[in-house]
T-cell receptor, first 117, second 114 residues
Framework: NAGVTQTPKFQVLKTGQSMTLQCAQD?????MSWYRQDPGMGLRLIHY???????DQGEVPNGYNVSRSTTEDFPLRLLSAAPSQTSVYFC????????????????FGPGTRLTVL | AQSVAQPEDQVNVAEGNPLTVKCTYS??????LFWYVQYPNRGLQFLLK??????LVKGSYGFEAEFNKSQTSFHLKKPSALVSDSALYFC????????????FGKGTRLSVIA
């Protein structure tokens, strides 16, 4: 298994540009999520999905859109990039047990380092 | 609301000495607790979790953590530190009830000195 893959690894954007960060997993996990990591802030949840066709907002959703058309893919879209969105972005997934996904560990991708000028 | 506190930004320990990385949490009900490790330029890796049962949880790479409900703590420990343990460590919590997602602490950087 490739696990959780993210592309691109690095990206530089100008303010106002749009782009999509790709995330895919081959573990048939129902739960997928996007985090951003900033120095001294830890990981903050942007959006998450409990299954295909279902998405919900996390702690810091403004400026980001997501969709979940398949179990495998969970792209994150920046519609109009801003310097405040300079960060490292991580995608994660986890499987579902009888208690749902609440007690299951997440598997993280390698991250995308985004700089917005 | 649920939250996690990692009171130390940085922990330094000599190789071979025991290490502790502290974590305290706040949830309205009972918690699920996790520790993750992040090596430079990598994603987070799962170390261990507390769901229920024995308060002492053993995980990967010789790490363990003790759940203390009265002190609302879940400190990460290892009896003998290795230089290769140097990394960023994150504690995370989720309430076992409700629909709240996982919340991470700000992380503690562990440096093991040879």
């Amino acid at each position: 298994n490739a696990g959780v893959t993210q592309t691109p690894k690095f990206q530089v954007l100008k303010t106002g540009q749009s782009m999509t960060l790709q995330c895919a997993q081959d573990m048939n996990h129902e739960y997928m999520s996007w985090y951003r990591q900033d120095p001294g802030m830890g990981l903050r949840l942007i959006h998450y999905s409990v299954g295909a066709g279902i998405t919900d907002q996390g702690e810091v959703p403004n400026g980001y859109n997501v969709s979940r058309s398949t179990t495998e893919d969970f792209p994150l879209r920046l519609l109009s990039a801003a310097p405040s969105q300079t960060s490292v972005y991580f995608c994660a997934s986890s499987y579902s047990s009888g208690r749902g996904t609440r007690d299951n560990e997440q598997f993280f991708g390698p991250g995308t380092r985004l700089t917005v000028l | 609301a649920q939250s996690v506190a990692q009171p130390e930004d940085q922990v330094n320990v000599a190789e071979g000495n025991p290490l502790t990385v502290k974590c305290t949490y706040s949830v309205s009900g009972n918690p699920y607790l996790f520790w993750y490790v992040q090596y430079p330029n990598r994603g987070l890796q799962f170390l261990l979790k507390y769901i229920t049962g024995d308060n002492l949880v053993k995980g990967s790479y010789g790490f363990e953590a003790e759940f203390n409900k009265s002190q609302t703590s879940f400190h990460l420990k290892k009896p003998s530190a290795l230089v290769s343990d140097s990394a960023l460590y994150f504690c995370a919590v989720r309430d076992i009830s409700g629909n709240t997602p996982l919340v991470f602490g700000k992380g503690t950087r562990l440096s093991v000195i040879a």
